[in-house]
Nanobody, 126 residues
Framework: QVQLVESGGGLVQAGGSLRLSCTAS????????MGWFRQAPGQERKFVAA????????YYADSVKGRFTISRDNAKNTVYLQMNSLKPEDAAVYYC???????????????????WGQGTQVTVSS
């Protein structure tokens, strides 16, 4: 079992930055791929970013590429999402997730991830 707790959400003006953190408890955090997803009101949950257990392979949604950076510190059992140049359309509840994707395609698929956090709200004012 892995328990995930997100933090770092809040209110920021458009163009600003936030860093989300997701800390895991339980076994074998370093063996899991980690992903960030987001869900805005009335919309489906969408993939944002993911990285492999080693951190060597990263994946991003086109909408955030070049603005967001995902990273992990396995010694701290934590994955981060640095969000820069935020836009109003980035506002959502952000969830981190842990799983074992079978290939690069599956990093973007929420069904791949077995463990989810409770989410943290990001609000971007225009």
């Amino acid at each position: 079992q892995v328990q995930l707790v997100e933090s770092g959400g809040g209110l920021v003006q458009a163009g600003g930055s936030l860093r989300l953190s997701c800390t895991a408890s339980g076994r074998a955090f370093s063996s899991y791929a980690m992903g960030w997803f987001r869900q805005a009101p009335g919309q489906e949950r969408k993939f944002v970013a993911a990285l492999s257990w080693s951190g060597r392979n990263t994946y991003y949604a086109d909408s955030v590429k070049g603005r967001f950076t995902i990273s992990r510190d396995n010694a701290k059992n934590t994955v981060y999402l640095q969000m820069n140049s935020l836009k109003p359309e980035d506002a959502a509840v952000y969830y981190c997730a842990a799983g074992s994707p079978g290939g690069s395609y599956y990093y973007r698929d929420g069904a791949t991830y077995a463990y989810w956090g409770q989410g943290t709200q990001v609000t971007v004012s225009s």
